[in-house]
């Protein structure tokens, strides 16, 4: 098959990952991959070193940009339409809020233009563009536009359940379009163990002690996710136990702004600041640590999540979107969010009981092995492709 992916932008991030996995899987098959994609613009760090050598072609639209800027749109929507045309796909397959409506309609206005019913348009839900937390006339806009664009969407893929449930209460496509495939995870270094001298390092660079018990988040330094509920359960965390240590790793707008909290609230040597971390010491980062806290707000699914579990660290997660797809009381605590009381309580849990720390940790590492392969998600997507072809 002849296929082309869209995304908006190869920033460091979960669906650029899940994109990347996809791409490289299907030209390992035996498929003619490309990618288009804008430029990695953002302090998330960027992905493009990861697209070389990996079997699939990769066309950067300097004008494919995340914020909503008319000139820029118009220019990216005729240079997809472009590349479209000149490629002639049998699959577009669309990622991300911005490039998903550019990259459907010129998909969908192309069809039939060089064989009957091609090419076919796909559109991977990694989360969506509306939620409870923005104002309710910007949700109601952006409902409209998805719902608009979904009539140019032959089938869509779901990186969690959750996401087909709240796209199909809205109205957003048809209930036989769906289907969930789990965002891929590259495994072999999460599933691989690290030495004590390894673990030892990483703790010394960020001044940790040996015996601390860490308490790490893995989320970009942005709004809606959910660092000050973290700094705030903190407070009365710290007070009560001496050797609990918070890790945050990634960067973002808000860095500046959490450091001056963290300092403020007298808690810089309990709450270390890694910076931005390339994806290959991730698995480091949560295998030096020992509960993974995500407080996020709003995910598709929380790739950290899974990860942890991986890793054989429980994961305390905010009840939103798909975590409960993954976390539950056998591989670790869910809460309600912005609880911070039942944060609280979650932590202290599992900061005391090492003994539960680690049959979540094992429990979790099985439950998530095989939903979370590359082959399982690349399989899933297959079939689609074939299905839809046939």
């Not at 994109?19 to 299907?26: A, G, N, P, S």
């Not at 339409?81 to 969908?108: C, M, N, W």
């Not at 407080?295 to 598709?300: F, K, M, P, V, W």
């Not at 409960?324 to 599992?350: D, F, H, S, W």
């Amino acid at each position: 098959m002849k296929i082309i992916h869209i995304i908006t932008r190869l920033i460091l991030g979960g669906a650029q990952e899940n994109t990347l996995i996809t791409c490289k899987l299907l030209a390992q098959r035996g498929h003619d991959v490309t990618l288009i994609t804008g430029p990695a613009i953002g302090p998330e760090g960027e992905l493009f070193e990861q697209t070389k050598n990996q079997g699939y072609k990769v066309i950067v639209i300097d004008r494919l940009r995340r914020a909503i800027n008319p000139y820029n749109d118009i220019v990216s929507y005729f240079q997809i339409k472009k590349h479209l045309r000149q490629l002639q796909p049998d699959i577009v397959h669309t990622h991300s809020a911005k490039a998903g409506i550019l990259g459907r309609f010129a998909g969908h206005i192309l069809k039939g233009q060089w064989s009957k019913n091609l090419p076919v348009v796909i559109h991977t839900i990694h989360g969506l563009a509306f939620h409870p937390y923005q104002s309710q006339w910007l949700s109601k806009f952006y409902i409209a536009v998805e719902k608009f664009a979904a009539k140019q969407t032959d089938f869509f893929i779901s990186v969690a359940d959750a996401m087909t449930s709240q796209a199909k209460a809205v109205g957003i496509g048809r209930p036989e379009q769906f289907v969930t495939a789990y965002s891929a995870i590259e495994e072999g270094d999460f599933l691989k163990p690290i030495s004590e001298e390894q673990k030892s390092q990483f703790r010394q660079k960020y001044v940790i002690a040996e015996d601390a018990v860490v308490l790490v988040t893995i989320a970009r330094l942005f709004m809606l996710k959910g660092h000050d509920f973290i700094i705030e359960s903190a407070k009365e965390l710290s007070k009560r136990f001496e050797n609990c240590v918070w890790l945050f790793v990634g960067d973002g707008n808000l860095a500046d702004q959490y450091k001056q909290q963290v300092s403020k609230s007298g808690l810089t040597e309990r709450i270390k600041f890694t910076g931005l971390l390339p994806p290959s010491e991730i698995p480091l980062a949560i295998k030096s640590s020992d509960i993974l806290v995500h407080c996020s707000l709003r995910e598709g699914l929380a790739r950290t999540l899974p990860q942890a579990m991986l890793c054989g660290k429980p994961a305390i997660s905010f009840d939103v979107d798909g975590a409960r797809e993954v976390v539950n009381k056998n591989t670790g605590r869910l809460i309600e969010p912005k609880n911070v009381e039942q944060l609280i309580r979650a932590c202290a849990e599992l900061i005391q009981d090492e003994h539960l720390r680690k049959q979540l940790g094992e429990y979790g590492r099985e439950s998530v092995k095989t939903k979370f392969a590359p082959n399982t998600m690349v399989d899933t997507i297959e079939e689609v492709y074939q299905k839809l072809l046939e």
